[in-house]
């Protein structure tokens, strides 16, 4: 009977651990393609961003209700129990993700009606490495990777350097041509998004570092102790 209980919540574990990874895939995916539309200029591609948000909360629900399941029936103890903390804090984190994603899709359908912005701000630059570290943290989890997870959590200082210059260039536009703040203002917003995407990056990294190391790193500089 032990044997065959045990092999039911390795079994719940292991659905956790895939329907995690399947959002987590979901959620790069959904940022992919929210920004293919505002690059191509792509409307019906952008409203099916927007329409797939709901892939992600229903995701968000289902994956609650069987941690809580888990964690009611099974009583789990030490690395079983952080996996299960953290995956109920995993899932918020890629749903947020996913609205931001949805969001990106919405300005692009905003823009697409705008005169193209005359400028040689890239947004993809920083898009791409937000995609990046999103990228290197799913596979941090798959992986139980803790050194992969610690170094996406480095690389989010060089997202929000990037932010910060894109949005002064924005800014900037404004100030020399005021008739441009049609254009600018979905852009600065497609900026903040992307910076956000960045800071949930950055806490599902801190979550597979606690899941390995049993260490909260959060609110903390890395390298120091405690």
């Known amino acids: 009977m032990n044997a065959h209980t045990n092999k039911e919540f390795e079994q719940e574990l292991r659905t956790l651990r895939e329907r995690l990874a399947t959002m987590g895939e979901r ?5 992919a ?18 329409a797939n948000d709901m892939h992600m909360d229903r995701d968000e629900n ?5 941690a809580l399941q888990i964690l009611a029936t099974r009583q789990p103890v030490a690395g079983d129990l ?3 903390t953290m995956g109920l804090k995993f899932v918020v984190d890629l749903e947020r993700i996913g609205d931001l994603a949805a969001g990106i899709a919405k300005r692009a359908l905003e823009l697409n009606r705008l005169p193209t912005l005359d400028s040689r701000i890239d947004l993809g630059s920083l898009a791409n490495l937000v995609q990046k570290n999103l990228n290197a943290a799913l596979d941090s989890f798959v992986k139980r990777d803790a050194d992969r997870a610690t170094a996406v959590i480095a690389a989010d200082i060089e997202i929000d350097r990037m932010n910060a210059s894109l ?3 924005l800014l900037a536009h404004v100030a020399t041509d005021p008739a441009t703040v049609t254009r600018v203002l979905p852009l600065t917003s497609v900026c903040r998004y992307l910076e956000r995407i960045g800071d ?5 990294s801190e979550q597979v570092v606690y899941m390995v190391r049993a260490r909260d790193v959060r609110h903390r500089q890395l390298g120091t102790k405690g």
């Open 27 to 31: 959620a790069a995916t959904q940022i």
């Open 33 to 50: 393609l929210a920004m293919k539309a505002l690059v191509d200029q792509d409307d019906e591609l952008a409203r099916e961003v927007i």
């Open 62 to 66: 289902e994956i609650d209700e069987l």
């Open 82 to 84: 952080r996996f299960i």
């Open 167 to 169: 949005f002064s260039a």
């Open 200 to 204: 949930h990056v950055k806490n599902l």
